[in-house]
């Protein structure tokens, strides 16, 4: 036991070893590569316009996959996100009914309500026990049948201008022409306060919840109320998609549908992992810009529509896939350290990842 | 010290089932093991010892088949041997029983010892069979306490180990290899095993046993190989060497020493912890102080009730009944974050499923409870951080590392920073050194002194009753749930051992014999006596239930 | 005995494991490329071989007799849309009559799953409550299939079985599907109605539907055909795919614009989501001008619209449905659009046709309803008939005469 | 179960078997005693509205709407057992509706080669899938949404719309009862006891367990974990191929749109009732039979009450979280393990009074 102090502090990996550490690098040369296909296939997707239409229509999901990420990173699903940014928008709509008055009350009337979802998913998960996939896809149910009871079946009311704005407009410029969008300032500040908060102490209590919930549990961390934070972010994502979702394309009956397993799907091909622990929301929303991206792509390739989910599924298995299977070498090398660091201590490369350094 | 087998074994000479002659492994061009030489007979225990990182896993795994050698040969019935599998080395014989349970808990006993190889009849599963033939391998070892419809998940992890051996022996295992198969169990069922491995020796089967506790390596084993940074130090009959040579021979420095002395300028100060006649379903009544600067050692067998007193202390599985008081002020703490708030600390007892958060880096994890429970300060008192990792001598590449891959010492080590770093008021330590090395250990024990010189009150939970001697300055020895009796620092071992065990009249010489080997021995005690049934069974239960139904 | 019951048990295992062993080395092409000649026999057996790319949906002769039955007065009063029919054939149905009143009407409804059968389903609701008042219901019994059509079945089943159903009504679910349990419903010699999509067998007493699909896109594609150059784009947007009340609508539009000069730049599923929607068209204006929007149905025009506001690009010229949010927006650009209209006033028909068969008249066997788009000359009529309407109910649908109006279709 | 009871040397026979059995039935014990609650609610409630519950209208109904999702959760309680899951089967029913009904293309003499053709294509999906898992090592949440994606993809380019037709014939698996009960819930229930004898009496089913319980385990003991996964997708697949011919044969006619009555969701959420763990390792068929069951029941009530669609979707959901919830309740008391430490207490002479209650879990993990 003789060297070790100045290993202990050893400063951070470099910035490109940290990203090609992580399995998180195969979605950046998966988002530059559908950006570059696009490029080719249509110069004009480069000038700003097209870039900030792209933006608004990208920003409800990559905001959802900031959301489904606090989740998944905490070890949970949350598969009601898509039922509540289609209740959020219905309940907008018909609350509003096109009084501008109301937009900025029933804006927050629709924070409550998306915060007392997520704490409704948090509080059955964690306290009744229940299976975060059990209890989402009740409320999943739920949400979607309480709303359209309310409405009748179909939405009423009406969307204010005002509340359109958010996911429609922009800063500078007037519409039709060049704007900096609401939806990208929205993105950027809320991805980036996300990016804080996972180095924030609750952050990093959330990380090692979704990776060890009982050692959590003794250090001290509420571990309830860890994950019921998760569900009320998630919540709270989902209202923000729901205000852009609403104000970029308006009230349909099918708003939000099938949004949580794109959402999911987002969140995984960025590298987090299902179960927990695994993962950084940087790439979490990089994963959702891919998706987006792809979905672009298809357009315009012009492949026929109804091949393009064929190829989305392809191209995501073949990316989680890719993602998985280099990463067994690259762990054992960062496993093993070098022998002139610690002569003393040779540590038993692990045979599986679960039970490391016996003896 | 490199040299390598002195002498040969004492033992009748039997030609050996396994032959390793130059066996070495590296990983990644990094040596873990060096010309190692190995026979394995029949009938003979063999023990394989060393510290931490010194090669006794990496060779178990090489004879069970995990890892494959880059250098020497293995033979078997003096056929040359590879094992591709755990599976393959298992068919011909050689079985190997992990630390980690390889059980699936909600499956039965039977169903476990024969996964994999099920009987079939007609195609289809032969469950009465498997019952049949289980149970006929139980009752052949002795063990009436196990039924094969058992799930596994409702036995002990004493009765778990023996289900794992069982289905070792079920494989009609010449040669079984134990990791430090008493790590974790309590002392009467460590003789449980004891048995077991006796009869497992009478019936011809070689048994290689790695363990860190001399007491077993002396009772139980026939042979002694000692392994060093990867090299073979000495193989030698056991009757050829003396505990205190061994500890020399394992890690070249004197036994003595092994303790730090305690600094006469620390003197106890006012109470910091006191129990009051605190109870819930596991114990009772429990009354007791630890003041500032003082180690109280919390003393008895497993499943005495040590670990529900720091679990009710701390608010996991809290009191029912008493007062808790800390700084002289009551407090009813239902949860570890007001443990943590009202100034405790816990070191648990298992360090992976309690203590850390595998995947995440040393940093993380040594910063859990101050971003758990304090987060507002977290940051600034986190800088503190690296500065106790290297007064703690870890060791690992970088602060970033995932603690997954560092050892068990240097993971205990993250434990205790995490601790550290909230400058608690009281920690309480339980069995803060199982598992871990040599120099890990002393770097515990260093520590506790450095706690009490700067007043923290220490409450030692432990089974290692030259711990509990050295360290403590007064010793609480527990039983059943209750506090059997206060002894002062310098107590001897069997004053302990008798309050702990309660050991009646008809069973003194039991005890006294078992402690005779003590006296010789002072400094192997690495593990209690084992305990006979009878010594400390109230009420005279019937006798053929060996396995004592402890809490783990 | 056990033993020979498990080993029984154990052996259909192992032959089902057998076949499951044996087949997973087949490559899963094989089968589908079998399938698909079947498919294209299947439409060839049923003659609808024709030119354009559709080919499975269209059929000539459908195409045809709709097309022609917009230019044909319908029969029946004039202020009264939902009872007017178009060539009717009538048939006798006095095997059918029966005195007295309170009858038991069951009506197994595919579901309420969007605005239009939403819409529709309060008007059956309003239509039905004034036979209540007039006593010749006594119980109108609903099955909600949620699009389910095995549910449906099902729910088909369990009236024809529970035999105290004096009528039925059935809003299939999927063409197709549905076919044996409406078969059934008929042989139980209860009167069967069958309204909206229909069924492939004429055993029902009467199938109520407007003029249909092809009628629907064509009114559409003409209008576009009309109003745009030779040589103009035009974007087609599409719900879902293999949906036979929609491929017909795109089949007649295909038809129609393979014969003019547009060109259809691109044909999209949306899945009637309004953010895809936007999405789409606004990817389609980044690589070149769109100048005509044409839609299988209303749902999210209004978002096609605003894609073009979005882009800073001149309106197209649009077609989309009777919805009020898409002709109020088209009220507010003045853009040059219609709007065509699958007659949401069907939902009434039934009701009426349940109470004409107990009675013994006779019905049309097909009852087909009119169907005309709204053009600009009526916008604004429309428009303010509709003034208090959400923005998804329909304006054709022909509520305006009952008791519940307005507030039933106001406070949903 | 305390080993108070045991002390006496077990003898090997006829008692521990069944002892086992009894304990077995216990976690399947609670899914079958919700079942009756939840049918015991449903009579009174259809008898106050003047109904009959067993009627043979309402039995047959609600036995008909057991055997689709029926088929589709017995295979799904495979993949859950094994610690896997899919997302996929909604796409396979409706693929093999369409391979079914083209392949019999209205020809009785073909009805074999038809069930043949859906059934080999079921199981090809299968494979891909449990390959795409085990292989690959892509999470079965993503593997399987990605095949059901590109069946989805498939489907919707190939068949616009129901494809082929069911001879007369064939039509019988769908329409055919003896009494109130549909031939397709006595093929069902026959699955479902092929299932039971799958997991509890051959050696793959009881490796399906091990893979799911803990996979190292299941591989260190020499079980071909990837082999189990793949078997069990095999056979999840070929469940919902059965599930697509029943379609094919209640609707005369192959229809690709069945992929959107959200099968995947319902019979993980069937399985899950029927007190299967979601994390694999525990379970039955028959508690999967229990599960299908009470969501029927539900449905079925909810049809004889008139109940709004909307309110149903709620209902649903609330009674899902609820049970599910229930199961969890009972699974957290600590008594199976705990209990064992009590009776020795308490024996102990001066045994605390307070402690004859089960112990308060938490400590251990």
């Not at chain 1, 003789?2 to 050893?10: D, G, V």
């Not at chain 2, 039977?110 to 994999?116: D, I, K, P, S």
């Not at chain 3, 595919?110 to 059968?117: D, E, H, K, L, T």
Request: hydrophobic share 45%.
């Amino acid at each position: 036991m003789s060297t070790s102090a100045a290993t202990a502090r050893a400063e951070r990996p470099r910035l490109l070893e940290r990203i090609t550490a992580s399995s998180s690098w195969t979605v950046y040369a998966l988002l530059i590569v559908v950006f570059v296909g696009i490029l080719v296939m249509n110069p004009s997707f480069g000038e700003p316009m097209s870039l900030m239409a792209f933006v608004k229509k990208a920003a409800p999901l990559i905001i959802l996959a900031i959301g489904q990420y606090f989740v998944i990173v905490s070890g949970e699903f949350d598969l009601s996100v898509g039922s509540l940014v289609g209740a959020q928008v219905v309940i907008a709509a018909r609350l509003m009914d096109g009084e501008d008055s109301m937009t900025w009350p029933v804006m927050g009337i629709m924070l409550l309500f998306g915060l007392a979802v997520g704490l409704v998913n948090g509080l059955v998960t964690t306290l009744l026990k229940v299976p975060s996939f059990i209890t989402t896809l009740g409320m999943m149910l739920v949400l979607y049948g309480a709303i359209r009871l309310w409405t009748g079946g179909a939405p009423t009311g009406a969307l204010t201008e005002g509340f359109r704005q958010w996911g429609r407009g922009g800063l500078f410029g007037s519409p039709g022409e060049f704007q900096v969008p609401y939806a990208l300032l929205i993105v950027v500040v809320l991805g980036v306060l996300a990016a804080l908060l996972m180095r924030r102490p609750y952050g990093r209590t959330l990380m090692a919840t979704g990776n060890n919930d009982v050692a959590a549990a003794f250090s001290g961390a509420p571990v309830w109320w860890v994950r019921t934070r998760a569900f009320l972010l998630s919540g709270l994502m989902a209202t923000v998609a729901a205000v852009l979702i609403g104000g970029y394309a308006g009230v349909t009956a099918q708003v939000g549908q099938g949004l949580e397993f794109v959402a999911i799907t987002a969140v995984v091909l960025g590298g987090v992992v299902l179960g927990g622990g695994r993962g950084s929301v940087v790439a979490a929303m990089a994963g959702a810009l891919t998706l987006e991206a792809l979905f672009t792509l298809f357009n315009q390739l012009s492949l026929p529509s109804t091949i393009r989910p064929a190829v989305q599924g392809v191209i995501i298995i073949a990316a989680v896939a890719y993602a998985a299977v280099p990463r067994r070498p690259r762990r054992r090398a960062t496993a093993e350290p070098p022998s002139s660091a610690e002569p003393s201590s040779p540590v038993d490369p692990p045979s599986r990842p679960k039970e490391p350094a016996a003896t | 010290m490199t040299t390598t087998s002195t002498s040969r074994p004492s033992t009748p000479v039997v030609e050996p089932i396994l032959r390793l002659r130059g066996i070495g492994k590296e990983f990644f061009g990094n040596s873990v093991l060096r010309g190692i030489d190995l026979d394995v007979r029949p009938g003979e225990v063999h023990a394989l010892v060393g510290e931490n990182g010194a090669g006794k896993s990496t060779l178990m795994k090489i004879i069970a088949g995990v890892h494959r050698p880059d250098a020497g040969t293995m033979t078997l019935d003096d056929a040359p041997a590879t094992f591709t599998s755990p599976l393959a080395a298992q068919v011909v014989g050689v079985s190997t029983v992990f630390q980690e349970f390889n059980l699936l808990p909600e499956r039965t006993v039977a169903e476990n010892v024969y996964l994999g190889r099920e009987p079939r009849r007609f195609g289809l599963v032969d469950a009465a069979r498997m019952d049949r033939d289980t149970s006929e391998l139980l009752t052949e070892l002795g063990l009436v306490g196990i039924s094969p419809w058992m799930r596994v998940g409702s036995l002990s992890v004493a009765e778990q180990q023996i289900v794992e051996i069982v289905k070792a022996v079920s494989y009609d295992a010449r040669i079984i290899s134990m990791d430090e198969p008493t790590a974790a169990l309590a002392d009467q069922e460590v003789e449980l095993l004891y048995e077991l491995v006796r009869r497992l020796k009478e019936r011809g089967v070689a048994i290689l046993y790695v363990s860190h506790r001399l007491k077993e390596i002396f009772d139980l084993c026939d042979t002694i190989t000692v392994l060093k940074d990867g090299n073979q130090v000495i193989t030698t009959a056991t009757a050829d060497i003396t505990p205190d040579q061994l500890v020399r021979t394992m890690v070249g420095r004197e036994f003595s020493g092994y303790f730090p002395e305690k600094d006469p300028t620390t003197v106890p100060g006012e109470v910091r912890l006191a129990l009051q006649g605190v109870g819930n379903t596991q114990v009772d009544d429990v009354t007791l102080e630890v003041r500032s600067g003082e180690i109280v050692a919390l003393a008895g067998l497993q499943g005495s009730g040590r670990t529900e007193i720091a679990h009710g202390i701390f608010g996991i599985a809290p009191f029912s009944r008493g007062r808790v008081l800390i700084d002289g002020t009551e407090h009813t703490l239902t949860s570890a974050r007001q443990a943590v708030r009202a100034g405790l600390a816990l070191v648990t007892e298992d360090r992976k499923a309690e203590g850390l958060a595998l995947g995440q880096s040393i940093l993380a994890n040594a910063r859990l409870v101050l971003d758990s429970v304090t987060p507002r300060t977290s940051g600034s008192r986190a800088r503190r951080i690296p500065g106790i990792l290297s007064s703690l001598d870890l060791v690992a590449r970088s602060a970033e590392t995932e603690v997954q891959y560092l050892s068990g010492g240097n993971q205990q080590k993250v434990v205790l920073a995490k601790w550290l770093v909230t400058d608690p008021d009281v920690i309480v330590l339980d069995e803060p050194t199982r598992g871990i090395d040599v120099g890990a250990k002393r770097a515990v024990y260093d520590l506790m002194r450095e706690l009490t010189a700067d007043g923290v009150a220490v409450l030692l939970i432990s089974s290692e009753l030259p711990e509990v001697v050295a360290m403590a300055d007064r010793i609480l020895v527990m039983r059943d749930g209750r506090l059997a009796g206060e002894l002062p620092a310098g107590s001897d071992e069997e004053t302990v051992m008798s309050l702990a065990t309660g050991a009646g009249e008809e069973s003194a010489e039991h005890v006294a014999v078992d402690l005779s080997v003590l006296a010789e021995h002072p400094e192997a005690l690495a593990a209690l006596p084992g305990a006979s049934d009878a010594a400390h069974r109230p009420g005279g239960q019937p006798a053929d239930r060996p396995v004592q139904q402890e809490e783990r | 005995m056990r033993r020979s019951r498990a080993l029984l048990a154990g052996a259909a295992t192992a032959a089902l494991m057998f076949t499951a062993a044996c087949t997973t080395d087949t490559p899963t092409e094989t089968a589908p490329e079998g399938t698909e000649t079947t498919a294209e026999e299947t439409a060839e057996a049923e003659g609808s071989d024709d030119s354009g790319a559709n080919s499975d949906w269209f059929v000539q002769a459908d195409f045809d007799r709709e097309l022609a039955q917009r230019d044909i007065a319908p029969e029946g009063p004039a202020d009264q849309p939902w009872l007017q029919a178009i060539e009717p054939e009538f048939v006798d149905t006095s095997e059918f009559a029966s005195e007295g009143g309170d009858k038991v009407l069951c009506f197994s409804n595919a579901s309420v799953s969007n605005p239009w059968r939403v819409t529709g389903w309060i008007t059956m609701q309003q239509q039905v409550e004034v036979l209540e008042a007039e006593g010749v219901i006594g119980e109108f019994r609903v099955s909600d299939a949620a699009d389910d059509d095995n549910k449906q079945i099902s729910d088909i089943q369990a009236f024809v079985e529970a035999g105290d159903c004096d009528a039925i009504i059935v809003s299939p679910s999927t063409t197709a599907t549905l076919t044996p349990a409406v078969e059934a419903a008929c042989e139980s010699g209860k009167p069967v109605i069958v309204f909206d999509r229909g069924v492939n067998t004429d055993c029902m007493v009467t199938f109520i539907h407007p003029i249909g699909g092809y009628a629907y896109g064509a009114d559409g594609a003409e209008f576009l055909t009309e109003n745009l150059d030779e040589g103009s784009t035009v974007l087609a947007l599409r719900i879902l795919p293999g949906v036979d009340v929609l491929e017909n609508r795109w089949a007649a539009a295909d038809k129609i614009f393979s014969e003019s000069g547009l060109e259809v730049v691109g044909q999209e599923f949306t899945g009637g989501d309004a953010a895809q929607i936007k999405d789409i068209v606004t990817q389609y204006l980044q690589r070149g001008p769109v100048d005509g929007i044409w839609m299988d149905a209303g749902d999210g025009s209004v978002a096609a619209v605003e894609a073009f506001e979005d882009a800073g690009q001149p309106y197209p010229v649009f077609m989309g449905e009777d919805e009020m949010s898409f002709l109020r927006k088209w009220q507010d650009t003045e853009m040059t659009a219609i709007g065509a209209v699958y007659s949401n006033f069907q939902w009434r028909t039934p009701i009426l046709a349940a109470q004409m068969i107990w009675n013994g008249e006779e019905v049309p066997s097909e009852w087909v309803l009119p169907q005309d788009p709204i053009e600009a000359d009526e916008l604004d009529a429309y428009l303010e008939e509709n003034a208090d309407m959400p923005s998804l109910h329909y304006a054709k649908f022909g509520g305006e005469d009952l008791p519940g109006y307005p507030e039933a279709w106001t406070d949903r | 179960m305390s080993t108070a009871v045991t002390t006496a040397p077990p003898a090997a026979g006829a008692p521990p078997s069944s002892v086992r059995r009894r304990r077995r039935l216990g976690s399947t014990g609670i899914v079958y005693l919700a079942l009756v609650g939840i049918l015991l609610i449903s009579v009174v409630l259809v008898g106050l509205r003047g109904g009959n519950f067993f009627s043979q209208s309402t039995v047959a109904y609600m036995l008909t709407q057991t055997s689709l999702l029926g088929f589709v959760a017995i295979g799904q309680t495979f993949v859950i057992l094994c610690r896997s899951l899919d997302l996929s089967v909604g796409y396979v029913v409706a693929l093999c509706s369409i391979v079914g009904a083209t392949t019999m293309a209205g020809d009785p003499n073909r009805v074999w080669l038809g069930v043949v053709a859906a059934l080999a294509v079921a199981a090809g999906v299968g494979l891909v899938n449990g390959l795409v898992i085990s292989r690959l090592r892509v999470n079965p949440f993503i593997a399987t949404l990605g095949v059901g994606l590109i069946i989805k993809g498939y489907l919707d380019t190939q068949f616009k719309g129901p494809a082929g037709s069911v001879p007369a014939s064939f039509q019988g698996f769908g329409y055919t009862r003896i009494g109130p009960v549909p031939v397709s819930t006595i093929v069902m229930v026959a699955v479902a006891v092929l299932g039971v004898v799958l997991l509890t009496r051959t050696r793959s089913g009881y490796h399906m367990f091990a893979v799911g319980g803990n996979v190292d385990v299941a591989r260190l003991s020499g079980i071909r974990t990837g082999r189990s996964i793949v078997l069990a997708h095999v056979l999840c697949s070929l469940c919902a191929g059965v599930a697509g011919l029943l379609i094919a044969a209640r609707f005369s006619t192959g229809n690709a749109l069945v992929y959107s009555y959200g099968l995947d969701l319902d019979s993980i959420a069937a399985v899950v009732l029927g007190g299967t763990l979601l994390l694999g390792g525990r379970g039955s068929v028959a508690g999967t039979v229990g599960g299908v069951a009470i969501l029927a029941v539900l449905d079925t009530t909810f049809n004889v009450l008139d109940i709004n669609p909307f309110f149903k979707d709620v209902l649903r959901g609330a009674i899902i979280i609820a049970a599910v919830a229930l199961y969890a309740r009972r699974q957290i008391d600590p008594a199976s393990s705990r209990a064992r430490f009590l009776p020795g207490r308490r024996a102990a002479p001066s045994a605390p009074t307070g402690t004859s209650g089960p112990a308060t879990g938490g400590a251990s993990a």
